[in-house]
T-cell receptor, first 115, second 114 residues
Framework: AQKITQTQPGMFVQEKEAVTLDCTYD???????LFWYKQPSSGEMIFLIY??????QNATEGRYSLNFQKARKSANLVISASQLGDSAMYFC????????????FGTGTRLLVSP | SAVISQKPSRDICQRGTSLTIQCQVDSQVTMMFWYRQQPGQSLTLIATANQGSEATYESGFVIDKFPISRPNLTFSTLTVSNMSPEDSSIYLC???????????FGEGSRLTVL
């Protein structure tokens, strides 16, 4: 079975600094995808970034990058130049690319960005 | 990206009543997913809504409690039946798009049961 672990209940960072949110996963499937979502206090889920298990390069989307360490089964999210609007819950999620596609979420990390 | 509209965005309900949440997508999709997020918790998949067939429920969720309709490829409803305070949650509709299976979410429906 797939499992996502986010060990940081909360993280604090000052504006304009970089922050890394940790995510480790467990799966026996060779083909899978990893996602990060942002959930502001409004409750909506916002897709940030995607990494496929066979992708050779780490995914990047603007200020977001995914530090993919396949051997260690980690997929940490790096936010560069943090902004006040980055304060939110961040969820790591995984999907397997074969069979029935079900997205499994971690427990989330609450990020607080201070001025 | 997909445009997904959910109604209601929030509601306060009395114990024992039922509420139906609607999800409208701007284009046809094969599968629609319903998630629940209890206060301070992560997202848990309730069921997958398939057009033309019964929904597929995850362990711990049953059709009598969470009946789902999927009358066409752009619309689905989730009903929370005989509500209790434990049903107070955000309920989110989502669809998969693209080759990566990326999930897009509606704005969520925040239910409070008194």
């Amino acid at each position: 079975a797939q499992k996502i672990t986010q060990t940081q209940p909360g993280m604090f960072v000052q504006e304009k600094e970089a922050v890394t949110l940790d995510c480790t996963y467990d799966t026996s499937d060779p083909s899978y995808g990893l996602f990060w979502y942002k959930q502001p206090s409004s409750g909506e889920m916002i897709f940030l970034i995607y990494q496929g298990s066979y992708d050779q390069q780490n995914a990047t989307e603007g200020r977001y990058s995914l530090n993919f360490q396949k051997a260690r089964k980690s997929a940490n999210l790096v936010i560069s130049a943090s902004q006040l609007g980055d304060s939110a819950m961040y969820f790591c999620a995984m999907i397997k690319n074969t069979g029935f596609q079900k997205l499994v979420f971690g427990t989330g990390t609450r990020l607080l960005v201070s001025p | 990206s997909a445009v997904i509209s959910q109604k209601p965005s929030r509601d306060i309900c009395q114990r024992g009543t039922s509420l139906t949440i609607q999800c409208q997508v701007d284009s046809q999709v094969t599968m629609m997913f319903w998630y629940r997020q209890q206060p301070g918790q992560s997202l848990t998949l309730i069921a997958t809504a398939n057009q033309g067939s019964e929904a597929t429920y995850e362990s711990g969720f049953v059709i009598d409690k969470f009946p789902i309709s999927r009358p066409n490829l752009t619309f689905s409803t989730l009903t929370v039946s005989n509500m209790s305070p434990e049903d107070s949650s955000i309920y989110l509709c989502s669809v998969a798009r693209g080759q990566t299976g990326e999930l897009f979410f509606g704005e969520g429906s925040r239910l409070t049961v008194l």
